[in-house]
C-alpha cells in the first residue's frame, strides 16, 4: 500500500497489479489496472511487493532469477502496462520470498537467508541466516521482522546498520 492507500499486488500469472484508493474506498470489486506483466522480462513468479514514497516499486521473484533477476525495482506511476523499464537489481539462483525497504536498504528474504541489499552502493550482504521456511518480512523502527514459518518464530535483527 502506498502513502495514497492504492493497493499493490502480483497474480499467479505473473503480473503486478494497482487497485486505486478510490475504488477500494468505493466497495468496487475486482476493479484494478495491471502496471507490469512477464513481457518485461523480469516478472517470474513475483513473491513479494514494497512500494517506497509512491514512486519506487520494489518486488521480489521466486523464479527463474538468473534471468529476470531476484530483486528488482520499477516505476510506480506507470501509464500503460510496462511503459517503464524494470531494473534488476540482484541476480541470484535462489528464489526470494519477500521484500521490504528501508531509506537505505532492500531486504529480502529465500527459505534460509536474510539478504540486504544497499542500493546507494550497490552491494549485497548476507545479514542473516539460519531460518528453516521465511515467509514474510517487514522493516520499521531500524529493525526487520523475519516470520519463520518452519519454527512458528517472528525473529527480530537490527537492519539499518548494514552489518551482519
Known sequence: ???????FFSSEDDKIHIASYLD???GFTNQYTTIYD???GSIS???GIDVVDSDDLW???LKNTQVAGVLNKAEAKTSYVNSDDIKIEVVAREGSYGVAVSDDFAFFITDTQLFCYDFEDEELMLKSHGFKQARGISVGDDRVYV???GTGTV???VGDDGDR
Do not use: C, Q
Not at 1 to 7: C, I, S
Open 1 to 7: 500500500v502506498d502513502e495514497y492507500g492504492n493497493l
Open 24 to 26: 477500494l474506498w468505493s
Open 38 to 40: 512477464s513481457r518485461s
Open 45 to 47: 513468479g513475483v513473491s
Open 59 to 61: 518486488f521480489t521473484n
Open 147 to 149: 516470520a519463520d514459518h
Open 155 to 157: 525473529y527480530k535483527i
